[in-house]
């Protein structure tokens, strides 16, 4: 029998020999940690669920973890949290109904920083909720991505305006230091993804409250359970071909081995 193997099969092979071999990064799932943003809203850890009770306007609280931060935004592969609180007393469609919501620290790795943030209460999110949300980067690649926290946007693309998910898929989530958030540059305000206190910033959030009323939950809070993210790199086409050449050359001496062995069985 013939030792026949396609380009199909062999970019199959090599695709998986890289990812055994590590090469592609293990996904990296990330563990998520509750902290008030601002203004003292209640957090109650219920063992198997947390809940955040946002009472009144301006209050503002997250779910942070910053396991994926070195990936780009376009690299996660899962986005996941289950709500548990009955959303029905509010109303369709809106802030708390839909909540919570996504932030992101993202860079240019030149010094600035930046937090995108979807928006649930845009239209465009409904179909995406299911108790909760559970999300690939494909599902926010055509949506809104609306810029926060900084007030220059020129190093971003179209100057921060009009953007959806995917003209950021190439930037790196990244958290700016305590220090540089103490000191703070141009339109960075009381409301981002940072820890109350501490200026501990998280590159992904799940976010309750808001700066205006949009997300008040009442005296029964936004109950949630099972944050979690994941994001994995893939290796460079390059990389690929250099281990399809790798296999190629390891098929043909294993060949070639056999060729020598039956050729002496025969003598």
């Not at 198997?48 to 376009?74: Q, Y």
């Not at 010094?111 to 409904?126: H, I, K, L, Q, R």
């Not at 109350?196 to 009323?213: H, K, M, P, R």
């Amino acid at each position: 029998m013939k030792n026949i193997i396609n380009t199909t099969t062999l970019r199959a092979i090599a695709f998986s020999a890289v990812a055994g071999l590590g090469i592609f990064g293990a996904p990296a799932y990330a563990g998520f940690i509750a902290y008030e943003i601002r203004n003292a809203p209640d957090i109650i850890d219920h063992g198997t669920s947390i809940e955040f009770i946002i009472d009144g306007g301006n209050k503002k609280a997250a779910l942070g973890s910053n396991d994926i931060n070195g990936f780009t935004l376009g690299e996660i592969t899962n986005l996941h949290i289950d709500r548990l609180d009955d959303r029905s007393r509010f109303t369709a469609g809106s802030g708390p109904f839909t909540a919570p919501y996504l932030n992101f620290w993202i860079t240019d790795g030149a010094g600035n920083y930046a937090v995108v943030a979807n928006e649930p209460s845009n239209a465009d999110f409904y179909s995406l909720y299911n108790d909760g949300y559970n999300l690939s980067f494909a599902d926010l690649s055509d949506k809104t991505a609306k810029i926060y926290e900084n007030s220059n946007t020129s190093w971003l693309p179209n100057n921060g305006t009009g953007l959806t998910f995917a003209d950021l898929a190439n930037f790196e989530i990244a958290i700016p230091t305590v220090l540089e958030l103490g000191t703070g540059w141009l339109g960075l305000g009381g409301g981002a993804p940072r820890e109350s206190g501490t200026n501990i910033a998280y590159g992904v959030s799940w976010v309750f409250g808001d700066t205006l009323s949009n997300y008040v939950s009442g005296a029964t809070g936004y109950v949630v359970a099972n944050a979690r993210v994941a994001a994995a790199s893939v290796p460079e086409p390059a990389t690929l071909v250099l281990f399809g050449l790798g296999l190629v050359g390891i098929s043909a001496a294993n060949r070639r081995k056999a060729r020598l062995c039956s050729a002496s069985q025969v003598s």
